[in-house]
């Protein structure tokens, strides 16, 4: 809902970029087009019962269009699983393990990611256009550890956000190109016991 193009590079570099040893992945994204649009999307896998439902739940909300003499591009992707990372293991003999009932199901292993990106494109005049981005994601995460398996309250947890701002500024005629941008990014890593459910 975000990309128009991906692309990937593993030799062969050009001269501009510099350092790079093993690989280039080039991402391109939409700038708002000439008249509004949306899309919204659910999945999940509640539907089909048994070993099959992994409690999947997906919901994504984008817009796009024109805003004054630029363009707008919102995305929102929210997902949220009973059990982020399952496994294709056999159910458990001892009738106390929590996977004996629900084998297809892991304890404390559920999860939930959040992912949100806007883009402003505003043209100044018929040469200079400003692109403004920016992207946050949050991942959240139980994560199952045989050694708590009986004592939940005590297994870990981990959360990872990141933040990416951008600005791009260009200047483009027949003759002439220019390329000003500036970014920021942040990443943040927590894990540990939870403090409360």
Request: a neutral charge; zero cysteines.
């Amino acid at each position: 809902d975000l990309l128009t193009e991906a692309s990937l590079t593993t030799n062969g570099f050009s001269a501009r970029y510099g350092q790079a040893i093993s690989g280039l992945l080039n991402v391109v994204t939409k700038d708002g087009g000439d008249r509004w649009s949306g899309r919204v999307a659910y999945e999940t896998d509640r539907l089909l019962g048994g070993a099959a439902d992994l409690g999947q739940d997906r919901a994504v909300f984008s817009v796009d269009g024109p805003l004054g003499r630029g363009g707008l591009v919102a995305v929102l992707d929210v997902e949220g699983k009973m059990d982020a990372d399952p496994v294709n293991a056999p159910p458990s003999p001892e009738p106390r393990d929590p996977r004996n009932s629900s084998p297809a199901l892991l304890p404390h292993n559920s999860g939930e990611r959040y992912d949100a990106g806007i883009k402003l494109r505003v043209p100044f005049g018929g040469a200079h256009t400003l692109r403004l981005f920016a992207l946050r994601s949050v991942e959240q995460r139980l994560l199952y550890d045989p050694l708590y398996k009986y004592d939940t309250q005590q297994a870990p947890a981990r959360r990872v956000m990141g933040d990416l701002l951008t600005a791009h500024f260009q200047r483009a005629t027949n003759a002439f190109t220019a390329d000003l941008r500036a970014a920021y990014f942040a990443r943040e890593f927590i894990r540990g016991p939870l403090t409360e459910q």
